[in-house]
């Protein structure tokens, strides 16, 4: 189901599925800090200094802790006496690798901004674990950097609400706050007249949750007492709004199918899932199927069942979170599921937002706007990938979490959810382009999509100018002693390569995500091309030589073919993902036919290697050259 129509003018009227891909506590300079035209490291100046809570400066910076050892340890990997700026944590300890946790919490982080002078991200960090804040990874030439480098970077992207994963992912979904009035006395926070924090709580005095809760509704960690518990909110979320309109929409989990079977992975995050706090989505009521698995998310790429609006939260393993999850791994999974869905039906239409909740402690230099009582917290990174995205650009445009409420308020004509988002900068407003009728968004220099009409006078030209036996001098002349059996596979091989080239033809008449994925369609180009040159080439002049090229040729495009496939999202997955792939891969769009693309792709390759066969047979029936 989609929304209201809009102009068709607007870039954002053909986007009808958005994807929005949640990861955690990374700020914008501990990752791309040093991506080339962003506001980043280099343009710190003043904002580098760190003073101790007292005001004086640090010296060096504080050990870096290993948090995952209970109490936190020294992490060796890092020296500690640091100078205070910030430094390649890669020098210390790779990407695929554990870090410590430097943490970050609703008064801690405002404490860290102090006023927007940004200098006391090492005296406030949560888990005492300052040496690490200062740290960055240069994610440039990462999975999702060289995502950033090709489609939209936003480089002035906030996340909503001071503190950590509990409160924005709230901010995510209803740009508010939840309230517990009446909290247990052990979890409020107590503030001096002055507002200083005098004991940490997960509850603000006047009864609002800013950290870390569970909700009475389940799942939630066992163990814990009920009076504890957040009891169920009631404020309207962009999942009311989305269902009020008829839009479709779901929430996916990673682990959701084991947490709510009674079986959660252990780094299953329940604090992850807002919808579990409202009413509107217990167990038992209608909206509860809004609630589903990632994997669910990955079916629906197959199935043509996408909902409109998809929100993808990533299991512990995978979302990047320092301490217990590796960046790496968590990067290249987002890229994973990018990958699915630009190898889906739904890719020509759609727009993905890789975003992070929070800065998870990690300094960044900009100054935060003071917004409310709320927020903005500390700047995060944001990617914006479409077919209609602006290639290579980096958006400098204000935006933080509500921007995402705002985008989609916008597509589908929704009231906005509080003042925030009703204030908020649309997140696509700076970073689509119309795309021409029919086409996609230039990419990298490509300038359209190659009708597959014009592709034919490829083959065409080649073949014209193989030499013919008409105009061979009369000195060569066809060696009459050559066996028939030569002839005749000469013939075979050069119609199985055009055969092969028809079906190559097909697969680009019948993909039209082709049209947005510029590389696949210069080497589909390419091998239709070299198809049809090999098979003029073995029919007019059979040798020893042009059978070996025929054979090498096949071989290299089986090779290349089967590359492509394993390059596929799927294939990680299983072998029977695999197989699908080659039956029904994703390169194909709604208005193809079903399993056309794939279908031929195994034509293609069955037809290959009876061509290694039959050139390599026929070498040994030469008796000599074909021409004397």
């Given at each position: 189901?989609?929304?209201?129509a809009?102009a068709?003018?607007s ?15 990374w700020?914008?300079?501990?990752l791309?800090?040093?991506?080339p ?5 280099a343009?710190a100046g003043n904002n580098?200094i760190q ?6 400066p ?5 050990q870096a802790?290993?948090?995952?050892l209970?109490p936190?340890?020294?992490?060796k ?7 205070v ?16 946790d430097?943490?970050v919490?609703?008064?801690q ?13 090492v005296?406030w ?5 300052g040496?690490?804040t200062?740290?960055?990874y ?7 950097g ?18 950590g994963?509990?409160?924005?992912a ?31 709580g ?9 950290n ?9 960690p ?6 504890h ?8 979320t ?11 929409w ?14 959660p ?16 989505y217990?167990?038992?009521t209608s909206g509860?199927?809004h ?10 790429l197959?199935s043509?069942?996408?909902p409109?609006?998809?929100?993808v ?5 995978e ?5 217990y999850?590796?960046l ?13 869905v630009m ?5 020509s ?5 890789i ?5 998870g402690g990690?300094?960044?230099h900009?100054s935060?706007p ?18 209609f995205?602006k ?6 445009t204000?935006?933080?979490?509500t921007?995402i409420l ?10 906005p959810?509080?003042?925030r988002?009703a ?7 700076n ?12 990419a990298?220099?490509?300038n ?12 065409l ?5 193989l ?7 009369t ?5 009459t002693?050559q066996p028939t059996k030569f ?13 092969t080239g028809?079906?190559?033809?097909t ?6 995500v082709l049209?947005?994925a ?9 091998f239709?091309?070299i198809?049809?040159?090999m098979?003029?080439l ?5 040798s ?5 090229a ?9 090779l290349?073919?089967f590359?492509d496939?394993?390059?596929?999202p799927?294939?990680h ?7 699908n ?6 390169l194909t769009?709604s208005?193809?036919?079903?399993g056309?693309p ?17 050139a390599w047979?026929?070498r040994s ?5 074909l021409y004397q």
């Open positions: 189901m989609v929304g209201p809009y068709t003018a870039p954002l009227s053909q986007i009808n599925h958005i994807v929005v891909i949640y990861q955690e506590n700020s914008f300079d501990s791309y800090g040093k991506f035209g962003a506001n980043g490291i343009n580098v003073l101790d809570r007292q005001g004086r640090y010296a060096t910076l504080p802790l290993n948090t995952n209970k936190a340890q020294p992490d990997r890092f020296p500690n006496d640091l100078p700026q910030p430094f390649d944590l890669g020098q210390y300890a790779s990407a695929d690798q554990k870090i410590g430097p943490g919490g609703f008064y982080e405002q404490y860290q901004i102090d006023g927007g002078r940004m200098d006391k991200f005296a960090s949560q888990n005492n674990n040496g690490l200062m740290g960055y240069d994610a440039t030439n990462g999975p999702e060289t995502l950033a480098q090709q489609y939209v970077l936003d480089d002035n992207f906030f996340h909503a609400a001071y503190g994963s509990f409160l924005n709230q901010w995510l979904i209803c740009a508010c706050t939840p309230v517990w009035l009446n909290a247990p006395t052990s979890m409020v926070a107590q503030l001096a007249p002055n507002g200083t924090l005098l004991k940490d997960a509850v603000t005095p006047d009864g609002y949750a800013v870390t809760v569970y909700s009475i509704d389940t799942p939630h066992t163990g814990i007492n009920a009076t518990l957040l009891s169920l909110q009631t404020n309207p962009i999942g009311d709004r989305l269902t009020q309109a008829n839009v479709s779901a929430w996916y989990a990673g682990g959701w199918n084991n947490a709510t079977s009674g079986n992975d252990k780094l299953f995050q329940y604090h992850h899932q807002p919808y579990v706090y409202y009413a509107n217990a167990v038992g509860r199927t609630l589903k698995d990632e994997q669910d998310f990955l079916a629906a197959q043509n069942n996408l409109s609006v998809s929100f939260k990533p299991i512990g393993e979302n990047e979170h320092p301490g999850a590796s790496q791994a968590g990067q290249q999974h987002v890229a994973d599921l990018v990958n699915a190898h889906s039906q739904y890719w239409n759609s727009l993905i937002i975003t992070y909740d929070e800065n990690f300094w960044d900009v935060p003071k917004l409310d009582r709320w927020g903005d917290g500390t700047r995060v990174p944001a990617i914006v990938i479409s077919p995205a290639q290579g650009f980096i958006d400098h204000q935006y933080d979490t921007s705002k985008l989609i308020e916008t597509r589908y004509n929704l009231q959810l509080s003042n988002d204030q908020a900068n649309d997140l696509a407003a970073c689509l382009t119309p795309a021409a009728p029919g086409g996609g968004p230039d990298g220099g490509y359209g999509y190659s009708a597959p009409g014009s592709i034919g006078l490829i083959p030209l080649l073949f014209a100018t030499p013919s036996t008409e105009l061979l001098p000195t060569r002349r066809r060696n002693e002839h005749n596979a000469s013939k075979i091989v050069a119609g199985l390569l055009a055969v028809l079906l190559g033809t697969i680009l008449a019948f993909d039209h049209k947005y510029p590389l696949h369609t210069y080497a589909l180009i390419a239709i091309a198809d049809f040159a098979a003029g073995t029919f007019r002049m059979p020893k030589t042009t059978f070996t025929a054979a090498t040729w096949s071989t290299l495009r089986i290349l073919q590359g496939i394993f390059t596929g799927q294939f997955s299983s072998y029977v993902a695999f197989a792939f080659l039956f029904n891969p994703t769009t208005g193809n036919l079903p056309v794939g279908a031929l792709i195994d034509l293609i390759v069955l037809t290959q290697a009876i061509v290694i066969g039959i047979k026929a029936l030469s008796t000599g050259m």
